[in-house]
């Protein structure tokens, strides 16, 4: 299994700030991949992030909202931008654990953010 | 597309004792992954079990076993002699294994509490 750290673990935020995200894997992965889960909801995938390529965005989500870096294969940011209280959310991030994309995801702690 | 169902929002069992939670999930492949993830208030996300839909042999961790009924597209999880670490959400997930990308699809999960 793959060890996964988050920072920040959680901040409040003012309406039309942003904040990015970070995730650090212990070894490192091909795909990783940014989850939200709303207040007593499921979780939903953001993009799928490969390290020298673009974020792939899930439908309903947009660059220019959630821009993402991924400089390498330990390695990836996630940015709220201009944020509204409708992104108070908990952000994870994932890998999977083998080299195969069919593997296993492991999960970071998340970020727990919360937009006044 | 496939849509993972939890049909139990909040689901109690006393110490000791067993229970089942229940998943169905609807999909037009024949090859796949079922999962069962659990979520404790730390809103760490833990792997409990996992299944290979091609396996006939329903999976096994210890207390943790599974029924997976792939005519009926069912995967319940069964917990036996309960402890009180056990309570938090549990999700069942769902990952094609055609897709080389992430496609992991989460129910809307069960809430286990474990009265002492």
């Known amino acids: 299994s793959a060890v996964i750290s988050q920072k920040p673990s959680r901040d409040i935020c003012q309406r039309g700030t942003s904040l990015t995200i970070q995730c650090q894997v212990d070894s490192q992965v091909t795909m990783m991949f940014w989850y939200r889960q709303q207040p007593g909801q499921s979780l939903t995938l953001i993009a799928t992030?490969?390290?020298?390529?673009?974020?792939?965005?899930e439908s309903g989500f947009v660059i220019d909202k959630f821009p993402i870096s991924r400089p390498n294969l330990t390695f990836s940011t996630l940015t709220v931008s201009n944020m509204s209280p409708e992104d108070s959310s908990i952000y994870l991030c994932s890998v999977n654990g083998g080299q195969l994309s069919t593997d296993t995801q492991y999960f970071g702690p998340g970020t727990r953010l919360t937009v006044l | 597309a496939q849509t993972v169902t939890q049909s139990q929002p909040e689901m109690s069992v006393q110490e000791a004792e067993t229970v089942t939670l229940s998943c169905t999930y609807d999909t037009s492949e024949s090859d796949y992954y079922l999962f069962w993830y659990k979520q404790p208030p730390s809103r760490q996300m833990i792997l409990v079990i996992r299944q290979e839909a091609y396996k006939q042999q329903n999976a096994t961790e210890n207390r943790f076993s599974v029924n997976f009924q792939k005519a009926a597209k069912s995967f319940s999880l069964k917990i036996s002699d309960s402890q009180l670490g056990d309570a938090a959400m549990y999700f069942c997930?769902?990952?094609?294994?055609?897709?080389?990308?992430?496609?992991?699809?989460f129910g809307a999960g069960t809430r286990l509490t474990v009265k002492p």
């Open positions: 992030a490969n390290q020298g390529s673009e974020a792939t965005y």
């Open positions: 997930a769902y990952r094609s294994a055609y897709n080389n990308n992430n496609d992991m699809r």
